[in-house]
C-alpha cells in the first residue's frame, strides 16, 4: 500500500506516462487479442482500443482509452480523449459482445471525451449517451478499471458496468480539477482545492458506493511496479467473471439498475 497522498498528488500519480496502458493490460492478460477498428460511418478513432480476444481461454471484448507512451503517441492518440467515432466503434463492439455472448472488459484512463468544435458537431453527447442507454441494457457481464484517471462523460461512456474497480491511485470525477477550478473560480490553478472538494479518489467513491474495489498500489504508483497492476487486475477477474458469467442476461440487466439505483443519496 502507499503512504497517505492528498488528492492532488494522486491525480499527478494517475497522470504519469510511465503507467501501464491499456495497450500493455491487453499484452499481458489477454491471448489471441484482435483489434477492430471504425465505427462504420466512415472513421477509425485511435483513442479507444477496442478488440476481441481470450481471457484465460474465455472469449471476452476489450475497450480501453489510449493516451501513449511519449509526445508522438499523445498526438497520434489524442492524448486519450475520444471523439463520437470512438464512442460509435465501442458501441458496434459491445452491441457485437451481446450477440456472441462475450463479456465486456474496460480500461478507462481519459482526461474526458475530446470538447472540439468538430466533435460536437458530429455528436459527441449523443455517442456517448448512446453508449449509456446500451450498457444499461446489455445482457452479458461488464467489468470496469479505472487504472489512471477518469473525467467526465468520455470516462463514464464506457463504465456504466456491472463492477467498478479502481486502482489506489487512480481517480474519477465529473470533469478535471482544472476544469473544475476554472468553472467555480474562474481560476485553475485553484486546482489542487478542487481535487479535495471533488471527492475524487477511490477511497471517497469506495465510501460512497459509486465503485466496487480498490486494488492497492506500491509506494509511487503502479509505474513503480507494472507487473503488480497486471496481476491485480487478473485476480479480480478470475474471481468476477465466473460469477457474473453465471447470471442470465435478464438477471444482470436487473442487478444493474439496482446497483445504480441504490447508490447512496447523500453524496
Known amino acids: 500500500m502507499s503512504k497517505l497522498l492528498s488528492a492532488y498528488e494522486k491525480v499527478n500519480?494517475?497522470?504519469?506516462?510511465?503507467?501501464?496502458?491499456?495497450?500493455?493490460?491487453?499484452?499481458?492478460?489477454?491471448?489471441?487479442?484482435?483489434?477492430?477498428?471504425?465505427?462504420?460511418?466512415?472513421?477509425e478513432d485511435k483513442s479507444l482500443l477496442c478488440g476481441i480476444g481470450l481471457f484465460e481461454g474465455v472469449p471476452v471484448t476489450v475497450i480501453g482509452h489510449r493516451k501513449g507512451n511519449n509526445l508522438e503517441e499523445n498526438l497520434e492518440y489524442n492524448f486519450g480523449m475520444p471523439s463520437p467515432e470512438g464512442y460509435r466503434k465501442s458501441h458496434r463492439l459491445m452491441k457485437l459482445s451481446e450477440k456472441y455472448k462475450r463479456p465486456v472488459i474496460t480500461f478507462v484512463d481519459t482526461p474526458g471525451a475530446y470538447p472540439g468544435k468538430e466533435a460536437e458537431e458530429n455528436g459527441q453527447s449523443v455517442a456517448i449517451a448512446e453508449n449509456l442507454l446500451l450498457m444499461s441494457m446489455l445482457k452479458v457481464p461488464v467489468i470496469t478499471f479505472i487504472t489512471g484517471e477518469g473525467n467526465s462523460g468520455g470516462a463514464l461512456a464506457i463504465a456504466a458496468s456491472d463492477k467498478v474497480y479502481?486502482?489506489?491511485?487512480?481517480?474519477?470525477?465529473?470533469?478535471?480539477?482544472?476544469?473544475?477550478?476554472?468553472?467555480?473560480?474562474?481560476?485553475?490553478?485553484?486546482?489542487?482545492?478542487?481535487?479535495?472538494?471533488?471527492?475524487?479518489?477511490?477511497?471517497?467513491?469506495?465510501?460512497?458506493?459509486?465503485?466496487?474495489?480498490?486494488?492497492?498500489?506500491?509506494?509511487?504508483?503502479?509505474?513503480?511496479?507494472?507487473?503488480?497492476?497486471?496481476?491485480?487486475?487478473?485476480?479480480?477477474?478470475?474471481?468476477?467473471?465466473?460469477?457474473?458469467?453465471?447470471?442470465?442476461?435478464?438477471?444482470?440487466?436487473?442487478?444493474?439498475?439496482?446497483?445504480?439505483?441504490?447508490?447512496?443519496r447523500d453524496l
Open 13 to 43: 500519480i494517475a497522470r504519469d506516462i510511465k503507467r501501464p496502458k491499456t495497450d500493455d493490460y491487453i499484452e499481458h492478460l489477454f491471448t489471441d487479442f484482435t483489434e477492430l477498428k471504425g465505427d462504420r460511418l466512415g472513421k
Open 166 to 264: 479502481m486502482f489506489e491511485n487512480s481517480v474519477y470525477s465529473i470533469l478535471s480539477p482544472e476544469g473544475f477550478a476554472s468553472i467555480l473560480w474562474k481560476d485553475a490553478s485553484k486546482k489542487e482545492v478542487a481535487c479535495e472538494m471533488m471527492k475524487m479518489t477511490a477511497g471517497d467513491l469506495y465510501s460512497y458506493g459509486l465503485v466496487d474495489g480498490v486494488l492497492p498500489e506500491p509506494e509511487g504508483g503502479l509505474q513503480k511496479n507494472p507487473k503488480a497492476a497486471y496481476e491485480a487486475v487478473r485476480e479480480k477477474l478470475r474471481e468476477t467473471l465466473p460469477a457474473l458469467m453465471g447470471l442470465s442476461g435478464e438477471e444482470l440487466k436487473e442487478k444493474r439498475y439496482e446497483k445504480i439505483r441504490n447508490i447512496k
